[in-house]
C-alpha cells in the first residue's frame, strides 16, 4: 500500500504542476480555466492521500464544479471571440521578473522547512465526520460566524452592483 | 491480498465493479433510446420505430452502428483540443457517480459513508463539460446553448442539494445502503411518505439537472439546432448522448435509494426492486418530455429561485426542527 500512495503523490502532482503550468502559460482563457480546474482535482486527490475524503469530495463539489463554472460565466460576460485575445510576446525580462518571483518565495519555503521541519504524523489517520462538525460549531465558532457574514455581505454587495448597474442605463 | 494476482481485495472489486458498470451504462442507453422512441410515438399515437427486427428492437443497435461509422469533423475555428476533450470530461464522471449506489442489499459497488456527496460533487463536472464543448465550437448556437447551460445549472444545483439535505438531515447519514435500509418494505414506510416535498423538489430539480424536457433549453432543437452539442458528428454527439442517459439513470436511481425505499420491496427484496423503482422513474421523465412543452428562459430561472429554493429552505428547517423533537 505504501508504493501505491507514493505513485497516487506522484500522479496527483503531476496533475497540479501540469494544471498549473497550463493556467499560467495559456494565452486563451478558457484553456487556462481548464487548467486551473485540472490543478483543483489534483489537490483534490491530495486531500484524499492525506485521509481527508470529505475535503476532497467538498473540493471538487465546490472549486472544480461550481467556482470554475463561475469563473467560465465570468470570462463568458467578457467575451472577445475565440482566438482574438492573443497577445503579443512579453519581453525578456518581465518572463524573468516572473520566473523570480515565483522561485523566491519557494526557495524561502523551502530552506525554512529544510531547516525547521514540520512535526506530522507518520501516516494519516481519518477524522470522523461529526468530530469536524462539533470543532466548527465549538471552538472555532466566532471563525466560523465571521466567515459566513463575509461571504453574506459579498453576495448583498453582488445584488447591489447590478441593480445599480440597470439602474443606471 | 490476493496472492495470484497481487491485487489488493477492494483495488479488484472496483475494477470489477467498473468493468460491469461499462457494461451497464452502454446496455441501458440502447435501451433507454429505443424506449424513449417508443413511448414518443405511442403518447403521439403512431407506432415508434417498426422497421429494423420485430417491433423495431434491434433500432438502438443500428443507430449505435451509424453513430460509430460517421466520421468525426471539427469545425473550422474551433479550439480542436478542448473540442474533443469536453465530450471525455463529460462521460468520465460517469463511473464514479454508479459507484457507491446500493442496487441490492450487497450489490453496491464501493461501500462508502460519503456515497451521497461524491455523487453530488461528481455530478456537476457534467457542466463543465457542457461549457467547454459550446464554447469550443465556435459557433454561437453552442456558445448560447452552453451559457444556458450554466445558469440553469447553477440555479437548480442549490434546491436539489437542500432536498437531498433533509434526507441526509433526517437519517444523520451520507451513506446510501444506511438510507436504503432505514426504510421498510411497503409503499408506505419509504421516504416519500415522509418527505413528499422533497422528493417533489428532487425530481424537479434532477430534470433540470439533467437537461431533459421540459427543461432542455441548453440543447432546444427548435431555437439552437441542437445547443451545446451542434457541431459533434458521429461518436462525438455519442458519447453526450450516453452521458445524460447515465446521468438520468444515476438521478433516478440516486431518487429510488433516498425516497422509494430502494432495493426494499414487498416480497424478495433485491436489485430487481431497485432496477423497477429505477425503471418506472425513467419512464414518468419520458413521459413528462412528451407531455409539458419547454419552458421559457426567464420562467425557468424564476421557478427555481423563487419557488424551489424557498420551498426547500422551508421543507430543511422543518424537518430540522422536527428531527430535533
Redesign the interface.
Known sequence: ?ETLAYVAFGVYTTIILFGGLMAVFSR?L??AL?GL?LTLFGVAGCYLLMAA??MA??Q??IY???V???I??AI?LTKPP??AEEQPGRPWWVVAGCIVAALAPTMLIARVLHVQPLVSHEHPTEIV?MDLGQTFIEPYFLAFELISVILTVAMAGAVLLAFERRQGQ | MNPPFGIPPELFTILLALGLLAGFVGLNGLVLVYLERKVAGHIQRRPGPFEVGPHGILQPLADALKLVGKQLITPRGADKWLFWTAPIISFAPVFVLFLPIPFGPVLTAMEMDLGLLLILAFAGINVLALCLAGWSSENKWSLLGAARAVAQSVAYEIPLLLAVLAIAFQFGSLNLSTIVSGQGAWPWQWNIMVQPVAFFIYFVCALAETNRAPFDLPEAESELTAGFHTEYSGMGFGIFFLAEYANMIVVCAVATALFLGGWNGPAAPGVWWFLVKVYLLLLVMMWFRWTYPRVRFDQLLNLSWKWLLPLALINLLVTLVLVKI
Open positions: 500500500m486563451n478558457v484553456r481548464v480546474a475524503p470529505f469530495l467538498m471538487i463539489l472544480v464544479a461550481a470554475s463554472i463561475m467560465f460565466f463568458m475565440v482566438g465526520l
